[in-house]
């Protein structure tokens, strides 16, 4: 969905690295969230945002921080990579889902930790 | 929590033919959306479809919430719907959603 924007798409790092990814959105939309996809698998949640001062856990956020800076920018760090961080990251926005909304990706994010 | 599951796993076809995957899940849910995934990773917004049927071109989607299952039906196989396809379910009552494993499809030529 070209109104979810993700930064950079490819990323190649070391061990121990810390490392930002961006996402930023012109949906409008209150909730965000970050995905990890790992290869032949389904995604799974990071973590979720529904405005600028609530932030949740999702089911996989060990090693993983995030910070909302604004309605339309929410961004994911890793404070120090591990090779088995390697994965597929996507980003997501929605409205609530009682209003119909469905959720709305990024291109994703390509990141390999060596 | 809820079970999301995905039926065929793999599916391998011969252009121009039709198929159909399913999708069951163990609770009620608020939203269910079909993607495709296709071969440089981007998820494609198939269809948004807690209930009913809605068609786009060769593709159409029925979802039956009382019995807690949705089919994707794809018509006149195209080399370019290779790829997986992923059933995702929000829940009632809880704040994320939940995705299958995929079924992965295959057209050949």
């Known amino acids: 969905d070209a109104d979810v924007t993700q930064t950079p798409r490819n990323r190649i790092t070391k061990t121990g690295k810390r490392i930002m990814l961006e996402c930023s959105q012109t949906k409008g939309h209150d909730r965000m969230y970050w995905y990890r996809q790992d290869p032949g698998l389904g995604l799974r949640l990071i973590y979720y945002s529904f405005d600028v001062k609530d932030i949740n856990k999702g089911e996989i956020s060990d090693g993983y921080s995030v910070s909302r800076q604004a309605q339309a920018k929410f961004s994911l760090s890793l404070e120090s990579a591990i090779p088995n961080q390697t994965a597929l990251y996507f980003c997501?926005?929605?409205?609530?889902?009682?209003?119909?909304?469905?959720?709305?990706f990024g291109d994703g994010t390509r990141l390999s930790i060596l | 929590g809820i079970q999301v599951e995905q039926s065929p796993p793999d599916l391998i076809l011969q252009e121009g033919a039709n198929s159909t995957l399913r999708c069951n899940f163990s609770d009620s849910v608020n939203n269910l959306q079909w993607f495709h995934q296709n071969p440089w990773g981007q998820l494609i917004n198939l269809f948004y479809i807690p209930s009913g049927t809605k068609q786009n071109g060769r593709l159409s989607a029925t979802t039956v919430a009382t019995e807690r299952y949705s089919l994707l039906y794809i018509s006149s196989s195209q080399t370019t719907d290779s790829g997986v396809y992923f059933c995702a379910v929000f829940p009632v009552g809880a704040q994320k959603l939940v995705f299958g494993q995929g079924t992965r499809l295959t057209i050949n030529p």
């Open positions: 997501a926005t929605s409205g609530a889902p009682r209003e119909g909304q469905p959720q709305h």
